[in-house]
């Protein structure tokens, strides 16, 4: 039997597209890198540059957490 090591780099992500939006799939390490776990990111569906976010889900295992609405400029927007 061959040894495994864990990955610490983010998974290859899923794609699904129907309908005008777009959701990914994908393993990822939180922010510190001591949480991770899969995150489902709903976009719109258009060019990577042009995507809006509508909608994200960070299942880790620590601290799951979600996120409404698009980003600014790398900065949530705020009413």
Do not use: W
Request: proline content about 4%.
């Amino acid at each position: 039997m061959e040894n495994q090591t864990a990955s610490t780099t983010k998974s290859d992500p899923i794609t699904i597209e129907q309908a005008g939006m777009r959701m990914t799939v994908a393993h990822r390490h939180g922010l510190g890198g001591s949480d991770e776990g899969l995150t489902f990111d709903i976009t719109t569906a258009g060019p990577d540059n042009e995507a809006k976010r509508i909608l994200r889900f960070d299942c880790f295992y620590k601290n799951p957490h979600y996120h409404v609405g698009a980003l600014v400029a790398n900065r949530r927007r705020t009413k």
